[in-house]
């Protein structure tokens, strides 16, 4: 499995911005897909995640600006950014998790910079 972030970048306070994660490969119908970030000396955050039946989960500080959402047919998984904040910057990481009677399996995107500017 592999999965592929682009749409991050460079962005003022206040403006938006959509990543979006492609996941190729032999993929297990039951899972969820996230996105999670990482910014300098802070550890790697839950932001928001979806599951194969569309059900969502945000963190509290994005609540209301972000909207994670999932095309299945193309196995890709969205996060809409808006009314961005300087404390949203880091690098936003797509993570899918295969869902098994026995146990769960993670997959890793690299990674996609966020640079929001005051």
């Known amino acids: 499995v592999e999965l592929v972030e682009s749409g991050g970048g460079l962005v003022q306070a206040g403006g938006s911005l959509r990543l979006s994660c492609a996941a190729s490969g032999s993929i297990f119908s039951m899972n969820t897909l996230g996105w999670y970030r990482q910014a300098p000396g802070n550890q790697r955050e839950l932001v928001a995640v979806?599951?194969?039946?569309?059900?969502?989960t945000y963190v509290d500080s994005v609540k209301g600006r972000f909207t994670i959402s999932r095309d299945n047919a193309n196995n890709t998984v969205y996060l809409q950014m808006n009314s961005l904040k300087p404390e949203d910057t880091a690098v936003y990481y797509c993570?899918?998790?295969?869902?098994?009677?026995?146990?769960?399996?993670?997959?890793w995107g690299q990674g996609t910079q966020v640079t929001v500017s005051s």
């Open positions: 993570k899918l998790t295969e869902l098994y009677r026995v146990g769960e399996y993670d997959w």
């Open positions: 979806i599951n194969s039946g569309g059900k969502t």
